[in-house]
């Protein structure tokens, strides 16, 4: 089991949850935060920090997110770790209560480390 950042992470990217993690899992995208589903340790302390509820055990994802195990395994092989707090995007708040985002969801931070 791992735990991942599903839908309302995206175009909110609040990082209070970066710092609790004990295994450095985050990983940062232009629009969003994934977990790294191989890294995480399902210690649950990332849960309660995320403003947003975007973070979930994958045992209680709804069915209508179970794409972001996907997308977290995708885009975390992608995108950069993040281990300290930044500020959220000045709009973040503008979009923390709007649905089907997943269009939002931007890979332009890719790492061509191939």
Known sequence: MTFLVT????????TD?????PVDCFHEGPTM???DPE?????????????VNAIMS????????RDFLEINEK???MWP?????KDAPEDADD?????????????????KSD
């Open 7 to 14: 839908e309302p992470c995206i175009k909110c990217k609040y």
């Open 75 to 77: 885009y975390s092989a």
């Open 33 to 35: 935060l994934v977990i």
């Open 58 to 65: 994958e045992d209680d994802v709804p069915d209508d997110q």
């Open 39 to 51: 890294e995480c340790i399902d210690c649950a302390m990332c849960e309660s920090e995320c403003p």
């Open 17 to 21: 949850c970066v710092e609790v993690c």
């Open 81 to 85: 770790v993040i281990t300290s707090i």
């Open 95 to 111: 979009w923390k209560d709007v649905k089907d985002k997943r269009q939002y969801i931007e890979s332009t931070s890719e790492n």
